[in-house]
């Protein structure tokens, strides 16, 4: 017989004992009231004792003081939108579908509010033309399903679709009548995109009688996997299937605008089978979806017909277009991967200022026995050491993604304003060289970020580890970004290829002038004293001053991509030398090979994103004061000698560096370190974040860090929705009020026995 319960407490519920949390307590149901203070001393000092101007760097940013303002107008739009949607203060405990159709509606909601201001209007009413759609977006904070409209539907359409496919679709996607993604990935291939097996078999006659297209997915494998907007939003996909003419000739892989649903009912079309995938580490508003094409039949002109046709008898022709035309496709396409890199700084910047104004905050040990003054754990070198090298990064990634797009942008415009042979003209070296630069760099900036905002998650001791932190959703989130558009491990063999084929010009004595515009033309140089002066070409700095210096650091990293592509080619030349030259030989060379691979290709980065830092403070220096370029100058002479302090070995091993300077090094990363503290809170403080946008309690501007913390606890979580919790009644209470639980010996050892048996 079960024991009566023990008798009801007579002292108050120990919650109610701490006047600080008393009052969020509303009688027996739900925590309502939210605890307010004044801003945090510790982050009021930091600010106050900062070097510089925050604003100054923010308007930087922001690409003027014109610029902050308008960013800020749209923010205040979207944070303070009558209709409440674009509350995220509930997003953790909503389910799965509950997500994505809160998002849904914010994307309607967005789309309204950038139709009410005119945006787009300088473009045709192509919103996602406008420059400050990106900043809308960000505005949002959260991730929208329709994404790859924008990211990847639209601007297929613009690059491969010849004029009279984009008089017809363009106005439908402008009009979000057609909702596309890009689906190219399949269940068993990705970037090998050879091994695609979709098919668009052309077959004659048809509704129109000009011939028709049917799409096909053969078998398992075959089924268009992971495009984003695929699963529930897109009524079309650009899908890449291998094109079989009227001759039944596989004539490679080609571009075909399918569609995928009924465009007013939404169901899907017959055919055609598309599903979500399902819940994946993060991303989840996003529905990454699932394709297969039952013999689904399309118009021939359908096909994307910009660079290559196929007429009413099913035969295939390569149009002739102009070789600006090709590597104008070929170049818009590639911003997508300097989007990325821009991206990447966006993402670390945000972990950054979550976990510094953390460590402001939070206070741990004491600087001496007895006292009662806790440390900030911004003052442990330790934690400078984590955390200050990704806030250098960050800026780092800045400068640098804003000079690719800047770059791929003039290449673009060059292209379709250009004449064969004029001055300007842009060689197949220069396109090649943006290709290598944006490869190696999408890989290593996406590496650094998603690994640097796990680091900043740690950073922030166990309530990093809260969802109300901010940090698990950015880094869920962000952790696509290493796969998407390339994988972080293929990459850095498209950008090695083209370094190799420069070297290999190089050593035969062509001529290499036609990479004096490209950014691998610092490798030439080097090379040759490399190669000429292989005992002189050291690093000569005696003294911390002397390593202190950009133009110090940016040639020890060029020094060391340029032996490391030497060192390459002549372990292939020799791999090969003794072996048969066939493809299969070379392509197990090169498999040997992928590890150096990657090492050449992280090397080469380094020396670009340097070489962007520095020459990106060079080009602010008109618009800042000398306290402004003081600090980013050590935030590139921090991000320039941490990672020559990681990657110590390569410099040692050919002794560019010798032991006393590697000691150098790693003193003058102590005192960069030093030099960063006093102006870390100011330094992210200028990346301007709402606290809408950062989703932090711990990053929050005010430093309201403890009260942040327990209104969240209490209010958003849904086991609070009552003070008794749910299971209780069902499950708990069979415990402690019905006994099931109790010890009876004679019971026990019986059924011991009974185990013996």
Same mark, same amino acid.
């Given at each position: 017989m079960s024991k009566a319960p023990p008798p009801a407490a007579t002292y108050a519920t120990p919650a109610l004992q701490n006047s600080h949390v008393a009052n969020l307590l509303t009688g027996t149901t739900a925590y309502t009231k939210q605890i307010t203070i004044t801003s945090n001393s510790d982050l009021e000092r930091e600010r106050n004792r900062c070097t510089f101007n925050a604003s100054t760097l923010t308007h930087m940013l922001d690409?003027?003081?014109?610029?902050?303002?308008?960013?800020?107008?749209?923010?205040?739009?979207?944070?303070?939108?009558?209709?409440?949607?674009?509350?995220n203060s509930q997003n953790a405990n909503m389910s799965r579908p509950e997500r994505h159709v809160r998002a849904l509606a914010k994307t309607v909601r967005m789309i309204e509010l950038a139709r009410s201001i005119g945006m787009g209007n300088d473009h045709d009413g192509h919103i996602i033309a406008d420059d400050f759609f990106g900043v809308l977006l960000a505005s949002v904070a959260d991730d929208l399903p329709a994404a790859l409209h924008w990211v990847m539907f639209v601007p297929n359409i613009m690059s491969l679709c010849d004029d009279e496919q984009q008089k017809n679709w363009l106005p439908l996607c402008r009009d979000w009548k057609m909702i596309g993604c890009y689906a190219q990935t399949e269940l068993g291939h990705g970037s090998n995109v050879r091994g695609l097996e979709t098919t668009a078999t052309f077959r004659p006659g048809g509704s129109a009688g000009d011939g028709e297209w049917v799409i096909h997915s053969p078998t398992l494998t075959s089924g268009k996997f992971w495009p984003g907007t695929l699963g529930r939003t897109a009524n079309h996909?650009?899908?890449?299937?291998r094109l079989i003419d009227g001759s039944g000739v596989d004539r490679g892989m080609q571009n075909f605008l399918v569609p995928l649903r009924d465009m007013r009912t939404h169901q899907p079309l017959q055919g055609v089978t598309v599903a979500d995938i399902g819940p994946k580490i993060g991303y989840n508003n996003m529905?990454?979806?699932?394709?297969?094409?039952?013999?689904v039949v399309i118009p021939r002109r359908n096909m994307a017909m910009r660079f290559a046709t196929v007429d009413e008898r099913g035969n295939f022709t390569k149009r002739k277009v102009s070789d600006a035309a090709s590597k104008v496709a070929y170049v818009t396409m590639m911003q997508v991967r300097a989007l990325i890199v821009n991206e990447a700084g966006k993402a670390l910047a945000m972990a950054v200022t979550v976990c510094t104004r953390y460590s402001a905050v939070r206070r741990q040990g004491f600087k001496e026995k007895g006292s009662k003054t806790e440390v900030q754990i911004l003052d442990y070198v330790q934690q400078q050491h984590r955390i200050f090298p990704l806030l250098a990064a960050s800026y780092c990634f800045f400068f640098t993604g804003r000079q690719i797009i800047q770059r791929l942008r003039s290449i673009e415009r060059i292209l379709v304003q250009q004449?064969?042979?004029?001055?300007?003209?842009?060689?197949?070296?220069?396109?090649a060289d943006i290709h290598a630069s944006s490869s190696c760099l999408k890989s290593f900036t996406t590496t650094i970020a998603a690994d640097g905002i796990e680091e900043c998650r740690k950073a922030c001791g166990g309530h990093g580890f809260l969802v109300s932190s901010g940090l698990p959703e950015l880094l869920g989130a962000y952790l696509q970004n290493p796969t998407v558009e390339g994988d972080n491990h293929m990459l850095p063999q498209q950008t090695v290829r083209v370094l190799?084929? =420069?070297?290999?010009? +190089?050593?035969?004595?062509?001529?290499? @002038?036609?990479y004096k515009k490209c950014d691998s033309w610092y490798l030439v140089k080097e090379i040759q004293n490399i190669i000429s002066s292989p005992d002189t070409n050291m690093c000569s700095a005696e003294t911390l001053d002397d390593l202190l210096k950009g133009s110090t650091i940016l040639q020890a990293f060029r020094h060391?991509?340029?032996?490391?592509?030497?060192?390459?080619?002549?372990?292939?030349?020799?791999?090969?030398?003794?072996g048969s030259s066939s493809e299969t030989q070379q392509q197990n060379v090169w498999n040997q090979s992928l590890v150096q691979i990657a090492r050449v290709s992280k090397a080469h980065s380094l020396a670009l994103l340097m070489n962007h830092f520095l020459e990106g403070i060079e080009a602010e220096s008109s618009n800042l004061g000398n306290a402004e370029i003081r600090v980013l100058?050590?935030?590139?002479?921090?991000?320039?000698?941490?990672?020559?302090?990681?990657? =110590?070995?390569?410099? +040692?091993?050919?002794?560019?560096?010798? @032991?006393?300077?590697?000691?150098l090094v790693r003193d003058s990363v102590l005192l960069l370190l030093k030099r960063v503290r006093i102006n870390a809170v100011g330094l992210v403080d200028a990346r301007d974040f709402t606290d809408f946008r950062l989703k932090s309690a711990l990053g929050r501007k005010d430093g309201n860090v403890y009260p942040a913390i327990i209104n969240e606890s209490l209010m958003t979580g849904g086991l609070n929705d009552q003070h008794v919790g749910p299971g209780y009644a069902e499950h708990l209470r069979k415990l402690t009020v019905d006994g099931v639980g109790e010890y009876h010996p004679a019971a026990a050892n019986t059924q011991l026995q009974h185990s013996r048996l």
């Open positions: 690409g003027g003081a014109t610029s902050t303002l308008r960013r800020r107008e749209l923010e205040s739009m979207i944070e303070n939108d009558p209709s409440g949607i674009f509350d996909a650009m899908v890449i299937a529905d990454n979806g699932l394709a297969y094409f039952d013999h004449k064969a042979g004029t001055a300007n003209s842009v060689t197949k070296e220069m396109v190799l084929k =420069m070297l290999q010009t +190089l050593n035969s004595g062509g001529d290499v @002038s036609a060391r991509a340029a032996r490391l592509l030497l060192e390459l080619a002549g372990n292939i030349a020799e791999k090969t030398s003794n100058n050590d935030l590139a002479l921090l991000f320039g000698l941490y990672h020559i302090e990681q990657a =110590m070995g390569d410099f +040692l091993e050919d002794q560019y560096l010798t @032991s006393s300077q590697s000691t």
